[in-house]
């Protein structure tokens, strides 16, 4: 079966939302009614747009296909970010379509918790897009206690603001992303008698606006002042997704698992035994890193992410809509020069990733040190083929260069 995507917001194909076809565009049901509201801008209709734009929501396996797109592994976490999001959005709008109790559904915020270049930002980014709806990325170690120096807690507010252009109803049912949360844990698991105000003074700044409240926010940012205008966010749909590489916290792991043995008569547990994943971290373990508990218990689905393996690396590398490989090819066929990579030459890279320890991030940073040389006399092989071999990423050697004509240069 093949699966046509629209090309305004790349929503996939399906019976709420079908796509008109055009000559090879398309375009689905709710960009027809932004471009109605753009063209028109009919205020009875616009009064009904959000609900109608967002009310066809794709069910969890098809986030989770879309996610797969961009997404290598971490299938586990992609499930669960998956099912997460869906029934957040189904609380927002379709709760009031069962006529039953005041049951009100509590919203269920996300920390996600995996090593540096994993694909933490890039599934909130994804999940994001599929949606159509606002996204603020903002970074947690900028931040700190209102009225010392650095960024208010509000602030991120504000990002999310901007990103509806904006439009506050639109900014309500956002979503933002925390990232580098594990960098503001508190010095020590007991309370300080001192100021923690980039630490633990975050943590308690953030538990209001995370579980559920109306807050003033500048439109503009930056400090509050008595002459400024100010915007009123609820932020009781607003999804947050908090994600963090905890450096340090597979210490704690494996200390609960009892990995140091003293005595006679037992056997040391090989390295593979001792080695503790994130998929076992409990609320527990967050304490003891540095997190409090009221915070943790405002993020009740904790995903883990794993390290990702040479494997999963070469097919990042190939198989993403926007891989690296699709990149470069794609950059260089516009100097007329075609670009391919031997299979040996893939597994070099994600060899050479692997041991630098900084996940799919150090990708880009090995072929942007492979072909910077290349890439510099790029518009002089006009007309040729390109073929990275191994030996060029391991060993520096040159490409091997084929014109047209099927003839080899040095």
Sequence with gaps: MIHRNCSFCEARESEENPLIAGNSVYICKNCVFSAYKIMFGDEQESAQLPDDMNAQLMIPKEIDNFLGDYVIGQERARKLLSVAVYNHYKRIFKSGDIEDDDTEIAKSNILLIGPTGSGKTLMAQTIARVLNVPLAITDATSLTEAGYVGEDVENILTKLLQAADGDAEKAQQGIVFIDEIDKVSRMSENRSITRDVSGEGVQQALLKIIEGAVVNISAKGGRKHPNQEFVQIDTSSILF?????????????????????????????????????????????????????????????????????????????TEPKNSLIRQYTKLFAIDDVSLSFEEDALRAIAHKANARKTGARGLRAILEETMIDIMYSLPEYEGYEIIITAEVISEGEEPIFIKKNNKKIA
């Design 241 to 317: 997704i908090c994600g963090g590489a905890f450096d340090g916290l597979n210490d704690i792991l494996e200390k609960k698992q009892g990995n140091n043995i003293l005595g006679f008569g037992h056997e040391k547990k090989s390295k593979d035994e001792k080695k503790a994943t994130f998929s076992m971290v409990e609320p527990d373990d967050l304490v003891h890193y540095g997190l409090i508990p009221e915070l943790i218990g405002r993020l009740p689905i904790i995903a883990s992410l794993e390290e990702i393996s040479e494997e999963d690396m070469i097919r990042i590398l």
